[in-house]
């Protein structure tokens, strides 16, 4: 069975910014227009992200193991230790999913096609340092006013519902003409 690589593309920002909020909707608007997601997330805030203690796969990686998977009723978890693996590594991961589309919280700096958040005027610097941005989200209502000074991207104040649709339907149109 070949992999089929899905459409990658990144929900980016600084902190608190919406990544996530902004990620489950994109999730729930990709799946009501047929196309199922996998996600990678960035944890970006220092530390290692935390594992439920005293489960079997926390101890099989306590005892030494790299890795542990668990599956149950569909369910599949999988849990690694001492693995440093960038970010290309973990979309070759998800690849063995086949969904039509990867979303990535995070790694504001990687190539791919992007949303890009912005909660202040503080967050303008990120226009000049992240690439491949398709679309903006802002909080603060004179940063829709900047942004239109500053960048022809399409923006979107944050609580605005058709945003959502609308980069769904630009990740869609992402998708390579059928042969």
């Not at 990144?10 to 199922?36: E, F, P």
């Not at 990686?61 to 790299?66: E, T, V």
């Not at 960038?86 to 990867?102: A, G, T």
Request: charged content about 20%.
């Amino acid at each position: 069975m070949a992999l089929v690589r899905p459409v990658i593309f990144q929900v980016v920002g600084y902190q608190n910014s919406g990544k996530t909020t902004v990620m489950v909707k994109l999730i729930q608007a990709l799946r009501d227009l047929g196309l199922t997601t996998v996600t990678i997330k960035h944890h970006g805030h220092g530390g290692k992200p935390e594992l439920i203690e005293q489960k079997d796969s926390t101890r099989h990686l306590s005892a030494g193991a790299s890795a542990s998977v668990v599956e149950g009723d569909g369910r599949l978890i999988l849990h690694a230790e001492n693995i440093n693996s960038n970010l290309e590594d973990q979309i070759r991961l998800m690849e063995y999913f086949q969904s039509d589309v990867l979303l990535i919280e995070g790694y504001k700096f990687e190539n791919y096609p992007k949303l890009l958040l912005l909660r202040d005027d503080k967050d303008l610097s990120l226009l000049a340092k992240v690439n491949n941005i398709k679309a903006i989200m802002y909080w603060e209502e004179v940063l829709g006013g900047l942004l239109n000074e500053q960048t022809n991207i399409p923006c979107f104040p944050i609580h605005d519902q058709t945003a959502i649709l609308w980069i769904a339907q630009t990740i869609k149109k992402l998708f390579p003409a059928n042969p």
